[in-house]
């Protein structure tokens, strides 16, 4: 089997499982999306023990930055600035996904933007944005983070399937 084919073929079998997984038993604590787009994540990084690492890190940090951001926007502290509030927050917070990127961990921005975006879109399409902060499965930083977890492993796993399968 050629290695594209046994790559196909173990995404399309890992991720059935995936969705099964989030879509059913890990419904409260997992999103399929955000574990699908950590799973491509992983393979953009280079589909590797590294990348693994930087994956989840990375996407992991994102939505910390994005929780931050949430959390700012939600408690009105800078109320004063109007209808900059939001843009002048969420510049200072976006500045934070690149400058870290001297540090290895971090250093795949499009990782640690996926976990921004990822964290922000949940939480203003869901209504949870003044969550940021809670300490249970209604905070979507929580959620974010274990779905990126989660996927970024079946990442890894599908990666090693497919080269079992490409022998």
Known sequence: MSKLTALAVSIAILGGVWAYLALNPLASI???WVGFIA???????GGD???LQKTI?????????????????SSGLL?????LAAPVIIAVTVF?????????????????????????????????????????????VLLV????VLGALFG???????????K
Do not use: E, Q, R
Not at 145 to 148: K, P, Q, R, T
């Open 30 to 32: 997992a999103l399929v």
């Open 156 to 166: 890894a796993a599908s990666g090693k399937l497919a080269g079992a399968l490409g």
């Open 96 to 140: 934070f996904l690149v400058i870290v990127a001297g540090c290895n961990l971090l250093s795949v921005v499009p990782a640690n933007v996926y976990g921004y975006a990822a964290t922000a879109g949940l939480a203003l399409t869901a209504g949870t944005a003044g969550n940021a902060t809670a300490t249970d499965l209604t905070n979507p």
């Open 57 to 73: 890190a990375g996407m992991s940090y994102g939505a910390v930055i994005a929780g931050i951001a949430l959390y700012l926007v």
């Open 39 to 45: 799973w491509g994540c992983y393979f953009h990084t």
């Open 79 to 83: 109320g004063a600035l109007g209808v």
């Open 49 to 51: 023990a590294a990348a």
């Open 145 to 148: 983070i274990i779905s990126v």
